[in-house]
């Protein structure tokens, strides 16, 4: 998901500068540069880029020859990961995003990358304040989600309640699908702008009950209501913004293809 994308760069940037740790700044680093969750968004309402994080490393630690293997996070990041996964639990998440990862480091607040963070001029109740905004208007989106995952079971008759469809024929086509959903479980979400969200979810299905199928479903504020779109294809337009729609593939390992498809 996309914190551990975040978390990913944070190794790469630290092996890069020859630091044999990774340590708070690397992590902020990672979830500004990642580009796509909460907390790179919020950074950047907070003009805050990941050139600016990497310019304050160097001038606070230093650069050294490149390096090949970290030796382990420093017990200040360890104790960020662990407030990020208690974060994520307490606001009834089953997965770390990368904005529990930037409360985990607001918390930690005497580690470098707060220092860095007020070194640049950052508001850090501001900054707190518009995650969670953005944490709580995200739960109505999972809400409807759940709605549709939740009716999917009983059939695609009473999912099609909760769903968008540009047109008739595509919810006729839905609806008279066989599939019925076993299983699901949200590993991660992405605002993609303020009325859209992205949701990769893992589904089992009678079609395939043995194994899990990864797809991309979205979340849209449509005329006002929320609605659950099953396709990247099928997000309106007036939604789009910022949406990459053919970046996502419609394999079995790796989809954004309907879940009742004929």
Same mark, same amino acid.
């Given at each position: 998901?996309?914190?551990?994308?975040?978390?990913?760069?944070? +190794?790469?940037?630290?092996?890069?500068? *020859?630091?044999?740790?990774? *340590?708070?700044?690397?992590?902020?680093?990672?979830?500004? @540069? $990642?580009?796509?969750?909460?907390?790179?968004? &919020?950074?950047?309402?907070? +003009?805050?880029?990941?050139?600016?994080?990497?310019?304050?490393?160097?001038?606070?630690?230093?650069?050294?020859?490149?390096? #090949?293997?970290?030796?382990?996070?420093?017990?200040?990041?360890?104790?960020?990961?662990?407030?990020?996964?208690?974060?994520?639990?307490?606001? *009834?998440? +089953?997965?770390?995003?990368?904005?529990?990862?930037?409360?985990?480091?607001?918390?930690?607040?005497?580690?470098?990358?707060?220092?860095?963070?007020?070194?640049?001029?950052?508001?850090?109740?501001?900054?707190?304040?518009?995650?969670?905004?953005?944490?709580? $208007?995200?739960?109505?989106?999972?809400?409807?989600?759940?709605?549709?995952?939740?009716?999917?079971?009983?059939?695609?008759? @009473?999912?099609? $309640?909760?769903?968008?469809?540009?047109?008739?024929?595509?919810?006729?086509?839905?609806?008279?699908? +066989?599939?019925?959903?076993?299983?699901?479980?949200?590993?991660?979400?992405?605002?993609?702008?303020?009325?859209?969200?992205?949701?990769?979810?893992?589904?089992?299905?009678?079609?395939?009950?043995?194994?899990?199928?990864? &797809?991309?479903?979205?979340?849209?504020?449509?005329?006002?209501?929320?609605?659950?779109?099953?396709?990247?294809?099928?997000?309106?337009? #007036?939604?789009?913004?910022?949406?990459?729609?053919?970046?996502?593939?419609?394999?079995?390992?790796?989809?954004?293809?309907?879940?009742? $498809?004929?």
């Amino acid at each position: 998901n996309r914190a551990n994308k975040a978390i990913e760069i944070a +190794n790469d940037i630290a092996l890069e500068l *020859g630091h044999s740790y990774i *340590g708070t700044e690397h992590i902020l680093y990672g979830l500004a @540069k $990642e580009g796509n969750g909460i907390a790179s968004k &919020v950074l950047e309402n907070q +003009n805050v880029t990941a050139d600016d994080i990497l310019n304050k490393i160097e001038e606070l630690i230093g650069r050294d020859e490149p390096i #090949e293997n970290i030796v382990d996070f420093t017990p200040r990041t360890k104790r960020v990961v662990e407030s990020a996964f208690i974060e994520a639990r307490k606001l *009834g998440y +089953n997965f770390i995003g990368t904005e529990h990862l930037l409360i985990g480091i607001l918390r930690e607040g005497d580690c470098v990358a707060a220092k860095i963070l007020l070194d640049l001029n950052v508001n850090i109740p501001k900054l707190y304040n518009e995650i969670i905004k953005v944490i709580n $208007e995200g739960e109505d989106y999972q809400q409807q989600l759940e709605l549709y995952l939740e009716a999917a079971k009983e059939s695609p008759q @009473k999912s099609s $309640e909760y769903a968008y469809f540009p047109n008739d024929d595509l919810r006729l086509a839905h609806e008279q699908s +066989n599939m019925r959903l076993i299983s699901y479980e949200i590993e991660s979400s992405t605002k993609i702008n303020d009325k859209l969200y992205e949701y990769n979810v893992l589904i089992k299905t009678d079609f395939a009950p043995e194994e899990y199928t990864r &797809v991309y479903y979205f979340v849209g504020n449509i005329d006002g209501e929320l609605k659950f779109i099953v396709n990247a294809s099928f997000v309106p337009d #007036e939604l789009s913004d910022g949406l990459d729609a053919g970046a996502y593939s419609y394999g079995e390992e790796d989809s954004s293809s309907v879940i009742f $498809e004929n």
